[in-house]
């Protein structure tokens, strides 16, 4: 069982990794067509830290899937 939560952790980081890489992939595209996004991946993350006690804000998250703020992040990349 570990080697599958290391794993899971491993293809997780590769989603983060190839939504870092292709920042011409929109918030809303994701959306539209998968019905999730970076900020839900945030959300996810933040609530799943909270349920193992950890202490992590959404906007920490949020920069943890992003790799800089949010507000950097769309001043680059958003359409």
């Given at each position: 069982m570990e080697n599958e939560h290391q794993i899971k952790a491993q293809?997780?980081?590769r989603l983060v990794a190839h939504l870092r890489a292709n920042t011409d992939l929109q918030n809303?595209?994701?959306?539209?067509?998968a019905g999730f996004c970076r900020n839900c991946l945030a959300k996810?993350?933040?609530e799943e830290a909270e349920k193992n006690g950890i202490s992590i804000d959404y906007e920490e998250s949020r920069e943890l899937?992003?790799?800089?703020?949010?507000?950097?992040?769309?001043?680059?990349?958003?359409?």
């Open positions: 293809v997780f980081d809303i595209d994701l959306m539209n067509l996810w993350y933040t899937i992003y790799g800089m703020t949010y507000i950097e992040w769309k001043e680059k990349y958003q359409k």
